[in-house]
């Protein structure tokens, strides 16, 4: 039995929480690595819809833990109220359900201020970011000024910290940003209130899921956003501000490279985006439309209309490259239905040179034509099929080109929004 990580293959939304929340139900541990509250997941229990932005989606699985790892940026306000709101639906969420890392860094007011700030600045030229304060809350982190979960067990120090970075940003807010200064005391006193909340929960994650393995129970690495948001690899600087590739679950979680055993890739049957920066296959045009109609597709954190387009395989194989993906899970397949034709992107043409790699420069990225090979759209709904055989003949071809040009096997296709509505073909964890 092995452990498992999920990534996602594109720019995000991939339906990321409908398969974390499949697998989940095969493992033991749930744990996140990496991201914020700028993540979003839509879950669909019993037809009833939930949103998790910081609990990993495998809480509302009784008798799992989950973990949020040291490379999380955690706001407290919204992990309490997500606290809150999941135990008056009933979900038990006790801290031996849930364990925040002390070394997780924390989002406060003034990373928020700032991130709202800086891209009011930017005007046009702004990155698109959720604003949740993601981005400067990372960036205190590497400038070793972060304030940490394990500073909520000391009050003093936590006072002293706020009080000196708050100092700092009040600065850049008022001097440089255009924007109000923030108030020491209010700051104080909530982070007092939440402490006394989310100390139960601060735990060591590395040393629990160390513990966890070695009792033999089975561990899935919930990523989040996308491989081409990643800050190293993505689209820069149209990216977010962590590393959503598998690598991160180890810097991210604490565990060694050896405890990864199979990577999961998350594949949109089409591609989407929210937020600026660039997209090869984007269709602005009424197919672009009906699927963002048919998918439904606007953002679970800030609502926005997700820009959508052509499945990019060119971007697909960047992610299987950097990841190392064992299986590929393809979603919103029945998003497609209807459609005469299809068109998958096989490669870039770039100053008439045909490539296969994405590139970093932003200006080449924007000449980046896209090279499509069309297919046969079905008309008949998909969403009841539970075996590959039990789709139309259209379908099952996509999917076998998919496999051919990745050079990676499905483990599963879903076809709807609902647990049931999925096609398994393998179980990652064995
Ligand atoms: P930030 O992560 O809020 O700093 O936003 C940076 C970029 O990443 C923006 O384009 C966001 O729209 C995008 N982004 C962040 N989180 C997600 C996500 O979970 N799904 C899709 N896009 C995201």
Redesign the pocket.
Known sequence: MGNVVVIGTQ???EGKGKVVDLMAEKADLIVRFQ?GN???HTLVVKGIKTICHLIPSGILHDAKKCLIGNGVVVDPEVLIQEIDSLRDKGVDLNPGRLSLSEKAHLIMPYHRAL?VAREAVKGQSK??????G??PCYEDKVARIGIRALDLLETDVLEEKIRINLEEKNFLLTRFLNAEALELRPIVDAYLDMAAILVPYISDVSVEIDAAIRGGKKILFEG???TH?DIDHGTYP????SNPISGAACAGAGVGPDKLHHIAGIVKAYTTR????PFPTELLDETGDYLQQRGAEF?A?TGRRRRCGWLDLVAVNNAVRLNGLTSLAMTKLDVLTGLKTLKICVAYELDGKRISYVPAGLKEMSRCVPVYEDFPGWKEEISGAREMSELPAAAGEYLKRIEKITGVSLSLVSVGPGREQTIELMDPFR
Request: proline share 0%; net charge negative.
């Open positions: 720019w995000g939304d991201g700028n993540a979003g991130d990155i698109g970011t959720t604003g949740r993601i981005g989040a956003q996308g948001l149209y990216v977010t501000s929210v937020g600026a920066g953002g954190t």
